[in-house]
């Protein structure tokens, strides 16, 4: 059975626009799974533009619920991470001046970084996953610093959907790296800019064990309640 994550970095957005406490991004958290969200996604980032440190102390310490928290390989960020203990940890590339995410790590570049926050987090027993473009050598190397799982980087993919262009190419590309991580004993997952359609192409793919979407839901439940997205999502990758 596939899972959805759900990431609620933009219940945060809001709230910190008017600089208040409303909407409550731990709340936010609580509802979702109510919902059927298999899992909660919240990316710490070092400018804490959106979630902050309360926030992921806070909805990390929520019995019963599963916490996938985004970090870069920041040091601060990392012991921050170790002693809030989530259940699994996400380690993605970032940049100040990024709206969002740009794209999947450097694994070449940043090797024994990787390696060595990979290394302290197994010590803690939480399951560690590495965000990377749909690249088989990128795969490869993920199995090289013995990441428990990859994501799959889809902004590529999804604009490319979105802007009405062929994404047969890129689609192929994730197919197979993802096909490769799994004949590697790597568990898959799967995010960035998925919509309802990119979603449901990519839900073909049967070896992506879980979907992590956020923006689109989160904008869409503006408008439609988020109980009713995540119902269509959940019916997507069925």
Excluded: W
């Amino acid at each position: 059975m596939k899972r959805l994550g759900v990431n609620i970095d933009h219940v945060a957005t809001l709230r910190n626009a008017r600089g208040e406490s409303h909407p409550d991004p731990t709340n936010a958290a609580k509802i979702v799974k109510k919902f059927g969200a298999d899992s909660i996604t919240i990316h710490l980032r070092e400018d804490r533009r959106h979630i902050n440190d309360l926030d992921a102390k806070k909805i990390c310490s929520i019995k019963g619920l599963l916490v996938n928290l985004e970090i870069s390989t920041n040091d601060e960020i990392v012991k921050k991470a170790l002693k809030i203990k989530p259940n699994y940890v996400c380690i993605v590339p970032e940049n100040r001046k990024e709206i969002t995410t740009e794209g999947g790590l450097d694994l070449i570049k940043n090797k024994k970084k990787i390696e060595n926050i990979i290394l302290r987090f197994k010590k803690k027993r939480i399951r560690t996953s590495l965000f990377i473009n749909p690249s088989k050598k990128d795969i490869v190397y993920a199995k090289k610093l013995n990441a428990d799982c990859i994501e799959i980087h889809t902004g590529k993919f999804s604009n490319l959907i979105k802007s009405k262009k062929n994404y047969l190419n890129e689609f192929s590309k994730i197919r197979k790296s993802v096909k490769l991580a799994d004949k590697l004993g790597i568990e898959v997952h799967a995010g960035h800019g998925l919509d309802y359609k990119s979603t449901k192409l990519l839900s073909k793919i049967s070896e992506i064990q879980e979907f992590n979407i956020g923006h689109f839901l989160i904008g869409e439940s503006v408008i439609y309640g988020i109980k009713k997205v995540i119902m269509n999502f959940k019916k997507i990758i069925k």
